[in-house]
């Protein structure tokens, strides 16, 4: 994916030995970049992240811990 966006940063990151062998043994057999890797793997955790948040709203929704507001009081609050 680096590459596939025109912005993109450096990033100096310091991870354990056995994550940087790991990652090393994937980058070998795939075929691919170690940046490529761990935004691909950084991409599927945050959707992870996105899904646990998810449940965690819809659990404070379920136990009346937050409210929704109508979309008709959100339209008439912005004069739509």
Do not use: C
Request: overall charge negative; hydrophobic content about 35%; aromatic content about 8%.
């Amino acid at each position: 994916m680096i590459g596939r966006y025109n912005n993109t940063q450096r990033l100096n990151i310091t991870l354990s030995n056995p994550i940087v062998e790991e990652l090393n043994t994937f980058v070998d057999e795939l075929g691919t970049k170690k940046s490529h890797l761990i935004e691909e793997a950084l991409t599927y955790y945050f959707d992870m992240l996105d899904e646990k948040l998810a449940s965690k709203r819809l659990k404070e929704l379920e136990e009346g811990k937050v409210k929704t507001v109508p979309a008709k009081d959100v339209w008439k609050e912005l004069g739509l």
